[in-house]
């Protein structure tokens, strides 16, 4: 490169804003500017130009412009690189300009868009002063009220009138509870509202409901929105998650026993290092791809996919931050780098998607007992094993020995004298050969497994299916069991695997399996065929086993060991028995001890390595990265390298939880107010970087998480502040009053964002699902357990939901335990904005559409709940019409009908019979909203 080609440097003091900003807006910024970046490179913002592209980083070399790839490229000296490509070339005098900028040092005013950019969510938390209000509606002293009112006197305005009683408890039971009160529970409330002290009886009421078990289900549900669980895969098959609800009723629990949020954090991304397994669905709450392939690339994806899930879920859950965004570059907005990504990636690195067994209370004992048993069994086995048959090779007669199974298969043969040992397959019941563990042991009493790569044997074999992370050679005598570490060979039904021993060792029996897993599920792949050789040298070769005497694969048998005293002394055959019956006895009393309930909470194991991405491609690979948080945000952490699995989520769980974390209380306390008001102090609930809202109210956030970390991070007393506030019990009618005379609040704040009344909205398909049945009579409150199927049962490899059409009992419990599959809704209530949970769900979008009310009229749902409000109704009420009617209303609205109501309403009971009231009454705006 001759660089004396360069135009000189400009020699007068160049100012950024008036000589370089327009030039780059106007040469620059069509390819490196806001809405397309080759190359990586932009030069819209400070940080980022300064940063440089991929290719040729630092593109500016502060001080040096002749050493500047910007320079070459805009002064024509790399070949092929003319910059711009169109528009022509800049002028000499231009690149002048850009040499002497660079030259006196880039000069850049700050534009905000380095990563210690101001920005209100990065500061710590810091507990403001609560103002002092002179006005008679923060007499109650409750913080909240005062932030509020502070702001509303700003706009001169106030608070709305308080809503009356029974307004107010129907409020607080949805919003609490997700469940309407009875009209017994109304009357109780209007009467103590009425005669007593109303903000005791408001406190009471808040106590009890905040103590009830309902409380869980309601909130949990909205968490679960939050986490995109559902209780299936997504992607192709769709299929579903038998034990993924044990997740859920965690939630329910953690939320009724106000669990700490810090150790909610802690519980669902280490839950497994404190006994609470089922905790860590969290982390595997998402869709997953499983149909999988040989195809290096689809598999990479496949994995760089779910990684991409667990961590940026993790972020936006418990952050409020769009970490995804820098999986591909540096995020553009906030101050999260491409290695802080791959860094929060890395802590994920050991997690898989599946299921694992939950340890109960008494796990150590019943580990100590399972030890003792399986020390019997080994001593019995051993004292069986004079019964085992000996492998007869060079025969093709019939088998004295059972058929290969998918689990343990022993051959035994005379002790042989080997270094080496070869398992050739030359059959399969399909596809190429898959073994998960090969075996072979000393003879004598000392036994030992010499084929282990921990006693310093190798392992090479004919070929290994290439790009498959679960299927290495290395884990064929890695000691592991099980399909997700094996070794498939590269050639369709055939192929060889041998182990070299770390010295000479005498042999007698060699044990294989292809899936020997705790709950082996694979019979594909299985050799059917096979021979068995050792070597002294790796030269001669010696065959001690083959296939030829056993029993024909009949792809239903079961296999195994078989033992047998044929041709020994009666008193042997009897021994053999009893050593059977024992054997039998001693493996139920293992299984007993050693058997789980199975929970969808992730696979833990070793953790991979992890790299940069170039481009978010997992084909690229650079640099290593280890587990970390994010660098920009407190408190500082490292991670080391060498950190296990449990280790390093437990450590970003600490990190999460931290005090000095200024995200993580500010988000949960916004979460809170988002859905006891229908909008958050910050209307983007997952987004509290650069591009999400401002909040409302800073003052009175930073208050909310100041005051829930001082707590002990305890939720309940945050819903308790928020409840009993007087800017919660206000009513949901417009205030026509303000201080201003010539202005309605509605025309000061139209989107209630000050909060001068209280945002009346429509109930979630939950909630309204289950009031239906709480006023038909039929709902079940049963808590916990696997939930109910809305869809009809089938088992297609690619799972069809067809949503039933007729409800039993089976399915009146509350939507909350609905197995909820993912991308799929219910054809009565996915109408009304539930979430299929193929994303995450931080809010809910509120649309009014003509389905939705043509579902509460026609939907076989709607029309036999209204026939069961009907009959409860009838029990309730008798025969007279009017009582009939004023029991309905009593029911549905919790109050009585209006004279004209009680007059039009009995007129059509008259004419259509009760259950049209009752459909009616259903899709009344009074009973479909809270107000």
Same mark, same amino acid.
């Given at each position: ?63 040096? =412009?002749?050493? =500047? ?17 169109? &528009? ?94 009875? @009209? ?84 669902? #991304? ?23 392939? @040989? ?23 418990? *952050? ?6 820098? /999986? ?63 492998? $007869? ?12 199974? /998918? &689990? ?71 000691? $592991? ?7 498939? =060979? ?27 897993? !705790? ?44 033992? =047998? ?10 021994? #053999? ?19 789980? @309930? ?7 194991? $070793? ?86 809202? /401002? ?61 001068? %009344? ?31 199927? #809305?869809?009809?049962? !089938? ?26 599959? /993912? ?39 709607? #029309? ?16 007279? %019409? ?34 049209? *009231? ?14």
């Amino acid at each position: 490169m001759d660089k004396s080609k360069l135009p000189p440097a400009a020699l007068r003091p160049v100012d950024f804003r008036k000589d370089i900003k327009p030039l780059f807006e106007s040469k620059c910024y069509s390819c490196h500017g806001p809405d397309k970046q080759k190359g990586q490179l932009r030069l819209d913002r400070k940080a980022d130009a300064l940063k440089g592209g991929d290719s040729h980083a630092p593109d500016i070399v502060l001080g040096k =412009s002749a050493d =500047s790839p910007l320079i070459h490229f805009v002064a024509g000296l790399v070949p092929d690189m003319q910059m711009p490509p169109k &528009g022509g070339p800049l002028t000499s005098e231009q690149i002048g300009l850009l040499r002497a900028w660079i030259d006196q040092g880039a000069q850049w005013p700050d534009d905000g868009s380095s990563v210690s950019a101001k920005h209100w969510a990065w500061e710590p938390v810091k507990r403001p002063t609560v103002p002092t209000i002179d006005n008679r509606q923060a007499a109650s002293g409750n913080p909240v009220d005062r932030f509020l009112l502070a702001k509303l006197a700003e706009q001169k305005l106030s608070f709305s009138a308080p809503a009356d009683a029974r307004t107010l408890i129907r409020r607080l039971y949805f919003t609490t509870i997700g469940l309407p009160p009875s @009209p017994e529970e109304v009357a109780t409330f209007e009467r103590e509202f009425r005669t007593g002290n109303r903000q005791l009886a408001i406190g009471k009421l808040v106590e009890k409901l905040l103590a009830s078990p309902h409380f869980g289900e309601r909130w949990a549900r909205h968490w679960l929105d939050v986490v995109r669980f559902a209780e299936s895969n997504g992607y192709e098959t769709n299929g579903t998650r038998k034990n993924a609800w044990p997740y859920r009723d965690w939630v329910i629990r953690a939320f009724n026993n106000d669990l700490p949020y810090d150790r909610f954090i802690l519980e669902q #991304l280490a839950g497994d290092a404190f006994g609470v397994d089922e905790a860590t669905g969290f982390i595997v709450g998402g869709p997953t791809d499983i149909v999988k392939s @040989p195809d290096p690339v689809l598999t990479a994806n496949q994995r760089a996919e779910d990684l991409n899930d667990f961590a940026a879920t993790t972020a936006s859950a418990f *952050l409020g931050l769009t970490l995804h965004c820098a /999986r591909c570059h540096d995020h553009k907005f906030d101050p999260i780098a491409m290695k802080d990504y791959y860094s929060v990636v890395a802590c994920f690195a050991g997690v898989r998607h599946g299921e694992r067994a939950v340890k109960p209370p008494n796990f150590a004992e019943l580990q100590a007992k399972a030890d003792g048993l399986r020390a019997q069994l080994a001593t019995l086995t051993k004292q069986m094993e004079r019964f085992e048959p000996v492998a $007869q090779t060079g025969t093709n007669g019939p088998g004295r020995r059972p058929p290969v199974t /998918r &689990g343990l298969n022993l051959d035994r043969f005379p002790a042989v004298t080997a270094k080496f040992l070869r398992f050739s397959i030359t059959a399969t019941t399909q596809l190429e050969p898959c073994i998960d563990e090969l075996e072979a042991f000393t003879a004598g009493a000392a036994s030992r497994n010499v084929a282990l790569a921990s006693a310093g044997a190798t392992a090479t074999a004919s070929s290994t299916l290439p790009g498959n992370a679960i299927h290495k050679l290395a884990h064929v005598n890695d000691g $592991q069991y099980g399909n997700d570490r094996s070794w498939i =060979s590269n050639e369709r039904g055939k192929g060889w695997v041998q182990i070299e021993f770390a010295k000479a060792e005498t042999i007698d029996r060699v044990q294989w399996s292809r899936d020997r897993d !705790n709950v082996p599920r694979y019979n594909d792949r299985l050799a059917t065929r096979y021979r068995i050789e050792v070597s002294p040298d790796g030269m001669a070769w010696q065959t001690v086993a083959t296939s030829d005497d056993r029993e024909p694969f009949g792809g239903k048998a079961n296999g195994g060991i078989t033992y =047998s005293a044929e041709g020994m002394a009666p008193a042997e055959a009897k021994r #053999l028995e009893e050593l059977l019956a024992a054997r039998k006895k001693w493996e139920a009393e293992l299984v007993s001890v050693t058997t789980f @309930p199975m929970v969808y909470a992730g696979k833990f194991g $070793q953790t991979a390595e992890t790299f940069l991405m170039h481009r978010g491609d997992p084909m690229q690979p650079r640099e290593k990265i280890g587990p970390g948080v994010l660098a920009s945000f407190a408190p500082k952490l490292s991670v080391p390298l060498e950190a296990t699995d449990s280790e390093r989520r437990l450590a970003l769980a600490k990190w999460l939880g931290a005090p000095e974390n200024p995200l993580t209380a500010r988000v949960i306390v916004n979460r809170l107010w988002h859905y006891h008001f229908g909008i958050g102090l910050v209307d983007t609930p997952s987004d509290f970087g650069l591009n999400g809202g /401002r909040p409302s109210h800073p003052e009175l956030l930073d208050w909310l998480a100041s005051e829930l970390i001082a707590s002990g991070w305890r939720l309940k007393h945050i819903h308790q502040l928020i409840l009993t506030s007087a800017a919660f019990q206000q009513s949901s009618v417009e205030n026509q009053l303000s201080n201003r005379p010539d202005s309605r609040p509605m025309a000061l704040d139209s989107s209630n964002r000050f909060l001068w %009344h209280f945002p009346a909205r429509r109930l979630d398909a939950e909630p309204l699902r289950d009031t239906m049945l709480a006023v038909s009579g039929k709902l079940d409150r049963a808590m916990g357990g696997p939930g109910f199927d #809305l869809f009809e049962a !089938n088992s297609n490899y690619v799972k069809v939901y067809n949503s039933r059409a007729d409800f039993g009992p089976t399915e009146f419990r509350r939507m909350v335990y609905q197995s909820k599959p /993912r991308t799929e809704l219910d054809n009565t209530f996915g109408a009304f904005d539930c979430p299929d949970a193929g994303q995450v769900a931080p809010k809910r979008s509120r649309s009014t559409t003509p389905l939705q009310a043509l579902n509460l009229l026609n939907s076989p749902f709607a #029309l036999q709940q209204a026939g069961f409000f009907a009959e409860r109704v009838a029990t309730d009420a008798g025969k007279s %019409h009017e009582a009939q009617t004023k029991r309905a209303f009593q029911l549905a609205f919790l109050r009585e009908p209006t004279r004209d109501e009680l007059a039009a309403s009995t007129k059509l009971v008259k004419a259509y019979g009760l259950p049209a *009231l009752c459909r009616a009454l259903f899709n009344a705006n009074e009973f479909l909203s809270v107000f």
